[in-house]
């Protein structure tokens, strides 16, 4: 235990070795001293087998590729002492940084976290294009083929100083929706979360993009050479026909990635966010290898985990059974390995072949890993195009079927679940959703109630508050039924209440609704299907495939520019060569790096393949229909609280919690709308202190969670 310890805490220190130097790269980059010891190294690399250009590669781009690999060593050590210890040093930042400190504006609800991380950031831009634009200015250069006059060069700086700062999102762009290859695992952020702070840094990308191009382009209009200078590919520096190119592919690629288009027109939007690919090419082309290998890390381990994701869901498996609701949603169960463990509010990806060939989409699991051990289940409702033809689909079965379909096939890429379970933290749980966010506190409460959890933690009260319009959506509930006619020993002091919003009614004729018994459709899996469990690659593998890549990419750059460069007094000289030569053996070393890593991965998957080759068994307990029950006699052990017409009274919910314990916090988690988030978030930050009858003070924490549906 005491090795372990220190292992841990070598990986720990060694990961806090790398950001910072790599984010002391990125800081010290714009000043003068470093320019002149930069190209101090530059010269002296040259000597060596590595050049300039590995050097460019190891300073950029390994601190992050070697934060990945240890990461994922971190985690494989450290699972089992992570679910003992759910009172570590690093929950309690957690919860802290978790504060919200903006509430009610049009970005929602923003972290003490979340609103420390963008003011760093933005103070890093400022620093960065403030510390480039002076440099510039005190050795303004005239530009001969124009002709520009000194305000004229000022502005041209600017342009392309501008452009810098794109070139520093597009450095981070890829890390927040990594899911295999994540960076944000090791802290806790999930999936969904880090894709808000995606958005948020592909707009600035875009913005800086448009700026850049404006501004260059103003100044080349003023000389009447705007298509001249638009359209010309030279031979040295920078390409500006690929930079027009760059500008308008992210121009499409952010129009297409606007709410309004994104929710109507989903697959526009997917098809175009493939453009990256163009993008991504054309910069390398516009900016030149130099700024490309900046750049490299994220674009790198962006790749691979594209590669693991694709291999691994290329294995289609098959539906076991279906479950459709009254609210028009279903619960697809599908088999998994036996051995394959996720954490509650995990994500999975999934894709249908019989309703879209190409299109991806998340889901909320609402099973628990342990009490559930061959299978797991996601609930979809018919909200969008891609689930409404889902749920047609299961509906269309006749009744002279039987109630079967001959197979449902499915690709999975997953799960992908948070490694920090904050939830655990508490001892007094709220649970808030509205509509479809009651998916991942599903997960959460089949968690507590398994007797196989490795957890030893168990709550002591639980109050889950759900919101819903219409007295039809209540039905969504269906599938934690079986945990609410549980011994209440098994699930703490569990409290249900429901409120429907829009729609007066009975608390009975409500209950018949959640009693209501789902049409179950099973599902036969084809032969070639049947031994199709979800399985998924272990962290030690990750770690192995980041290595594999980063050092062939390197080999193969070195290899291929010695072979390919022109010599000058024996040595590779890239200057005498044209920008695209060197540009396109970039290109080529990644594309070797990345095949290579592809073979690899095959191989090991098929090598598993073979061993863990045993058939999948349909569990019994999900062809039967299940059955709900209005009252104690038949099944509840309570009643739930059931108001029509209302909202949630939260003060009155959490003085009630609070006076029945005498522990000092109390867990908010919000999921649902983010109009809900926000109201959720205000009250919190009004009560941040809640007096009870026995004179104490309980802290109230809020947590927002973010589901995919």
């Given at each position: 235990?005491?090795?372990?310890?220190?292992?841990?805490?070598?990986?720990?220190?060694?990961?806090?070795?790398?950001?910072?130097?790599?984010?002391?790269?990125?800081?010290?980059?714009?000043?003068?001293?470093?320019?002149?010891?930069?190209?101090?190294?530059?010269?002296?690399?040259?000597?060596?087998?590595?050049?300039?250009?590995?050097?460019?590669?190891?300073?950029?781009?390994?601190?992050?590729?070697?934060?990945?690999?240890?990461?994922?060593?971190?985690l494989h050590s450290s699972e089992k002492e992570r679910l003992r210890n759910r009172t570590s040093l690093t929950a309690h930042f957690r919860v802290a940084f978790s504060r919200p400190m903006i509430v009610n504006s049009p970005i929602g609800v923003v972290s003490l976290g979340e609103l420390s991380g963008a003011m760093l950031f933005v103070a890093f831009l400022v620093w960065t294009y403030y510390s480039n634009v002076s440099s510039d200015f005190k050795k303004l250069a005239p530009y001969a083929p124009l002709k520009l006059s000194r305000q004229q060069l000022k502005v041209m700086h600017m342009g392309v100083r501008v452009g810098s700062l794109s070139e520093i999102c597009l450095a981070v762009l890829l890390f927040p929706i990594?899911?295999?290859?994540?960076?944000?695992?090791?802290?806790?952020?999930?999936?969904?979360?880090?894709?808000?702070?995606?958005?948020?840094?592909?707009?600035?990308?875009?913005?800086?993009?448009?700026?850049?191009?404006?501004?260059?382009?103003?100044?080349?209009?003023?000389?009447?050479?705007?298509?001249?200078?638009?359209?010309?590919?030279?031979?040295?520096?920078?390409?500006?026909?690929?930079?027009?190119?760059?500008?308008?592919?992210?121009?499409?690629?952010?129009?297409?990635?606007?709410?309004?288009?994104?929710?109507?027109?989903?697959?526009?939007?997917?098809?175009?966010?493939?453009?990256?690919?163009?993008?991504?090419?054309?910069?390398?082309?516009?900016?030149?290898?130099?700024?490309?290998?900046?750049?490299?890390?994220?674009?790198?381990?962006?790749?691979?985990?594209?590669?693991?994701?694709?291999?691994?869901?290329?294995?289609?498996?098959?539906?076991?059974?279906?479950?459709?609701?009254?609210?028009?949603?279903?619960?697809?169960?599908?088999?998994?390995?036996?051995?394959?463990?996720?954490?509650?509010?995990?994500?999975?990806?999934?894709?249908?072949?019989?309703?879209?060939?190409?299109?991806?989409?998340p889901f909320s699991i609402t099973s628990s890993c342990y009490k559930n051990e061959e299978h797991l289940s996601v609930l979809i409702k018919s909200q969008g195009q891609w689930t409404s033809e889902l749920y047609s689909k299961i509906i269309s079965v006749k009744d002279e079927e039987f109630g079967q379909l001959k197979s449902l096939t499915v690709g999975v890429d997953g799960p992908y679940g948070p490694e920090h379970l904050l939830y655990q933290r508490y001892s007094n749980l709220v649970l808030i959703a509205g509509g479809s966010g009651v998916t991942p506190f599903m997960s959460i409460l089949n968690e507590i109630s398994s007797k196989d959890s490795t957890t030893n933690w168990h709550p002591t009260n639980i109050v889950l508050i759900y919101c819903v319009k219409r007295v039809q959506d209540i039905s969504m509930l269906t599938p934690i039924l079986s945990i609410l006619c549980q011994p209440a020993a098994e699930i703490a002091n569990f409290k249900l209440k429901i409120f429907v919003t829009q729609e007066q009614g009975s608390p009975i004729s409500a209950l018949e609704v959640l009693?209501?018994?789902?049409?179950?459709?099973?599902?036969?899996?084809?032969?070639t299907n049947r031994s199709a469990g979800i399985t998924q690659e272990g962290l030690i593998w990750r770690a192995i495939i980041a290595a594999l890549g980063f050092i062939i990419f390197l080999v193969s750059l070195v290899f291929l520019s010695?072979?390919?460069?022109?010599?000058?007094?024996?040595?590779?000289?890239?200057?005498?060569?044209?920008?695209?030569?060197?540009?396109?053996?970039?290109?080529?070393?990644?594309?070797?790096?990345?095949?290579?890593?592809a073979i690899a991965t095959i191989i090991f998957a098929q090598r598993r393949s073979r061993n863990n080759r045993k058939a999948m068994e349909i569990p019994?307990?999900?062809?039967?229909?299940?059955?709900?029950?209005?009252?104690?006699?038949?099944?509840?052990?309570?009643?739930?609280?059931?108001?029509?017409?209302?909202?949630?009274?939260?003060?009155?919910?959490?003085?009630?919690?609070?006076?029945?314990?005498?522990?000092?916090?109390?867990?908010?988690?919000?999921?649902?709308?983010?109009?809900?988030?926000v109201s959720v978030a205000s009250f919190c930050n009004n009560h941040t202190k809640i007096s009870c009858k026995n004179g104490l003070n309980r802290s109230v924490n809020f947590h927002s969670v973010n589901f995919s549906l």
């Open positions: 235990m005491a090795h372990n310890s220190a292992r841990l805490l070598a990986l720990k220190l060694s990961m806090a070795l790398l950001v910072a130097a790599w984010i002391s790269f990125w800081i010290l980059k714009p000043t003068k001293t470093w320019k002149k010891a930069w190209h101090s190294a530059e010269d002296l690399a040259n000597d060596t087998f590595l050049r300039d250009y590995g050097l460019n590669v190891i300073v950029f781009c390994f601190p992050v590729v070697g934060f990945a690999i240890l990461s994922f060593i971190y990594l899911r295999g290859m994540s960076l944000f695992r090791i802290f806790g952020i999930e999936f969904e979360a880090a894709v808000r702070y995606h958005t948020w840094i592909a707009n600035a990308l875009a913005l800086f993009c448009t700026l850049h191009g404006i501004i260059i382009m103003s100044i080349w209009g003023q000389k009447k050479r705007l298509l001249a200078e638009i359209t010309s590919w030279q031979k040295i520096g920078r390409v500006n026909v690929a930079g027009a190119i760059s500008l308008i592919t992210i121009l499409v690629i952010w129009i297409s990635s606007l709410p309004v288009i994104r929710r109507k027109y989903f697959r526009t939007f997917y098809v175009t966010h493939h453009l990256y690919i163009v993008f991504i090419s054309f910069f390398l082309l516009h900016a030149g290898d130099k700024h490309f290998y900046l750049v490299l890390s994220g674009i790198l381990l962006f790749a691979l985990d594209k590669i693991l994701r694709l291999i691994q869901s290329r294995k289609e498996t098959c539906i076991i059974s279906a479950r459709v609701l009254p609210c028009r949603a279903v619960e697809l169960i599908l088999p998994k390995d036996s051995g394959m463990k996720y954490s509650p509010m995990s994500t999975i990806f999934l894709k249908i072949p019989t309703v879209s060939r190409f299109e991806w989409h009693n209501q018994p789902p049409r179950v459709i099973k599902m036969l899996p084809t032969p010695d072979i390919f460069i022109q010599q000058v007094h024996g040595k590779p000289s890239r200057k005498s060569n044209p920008s695209w030569i060197n540009d396109l053996l970039v290109f080529a070393a990644f594309v070797i790096a990345m095949s290579c890593s019994k307990m999900f062809i039967e229909e299940t059955k709900g029950t209005t009252d104690k006699k038949n099944g509840f052990l309570f009643e739930p609280e059931i108001y029509s017409g209302k909202r949630p009274n939260l003060s009155e919910v959490l003085s009630d919690l609070t006076n029945k314990t005498t522990d000092e916090s109390v867990g908010v988690f919000v999921c649902g709308p983010e109009s809900m988030k």
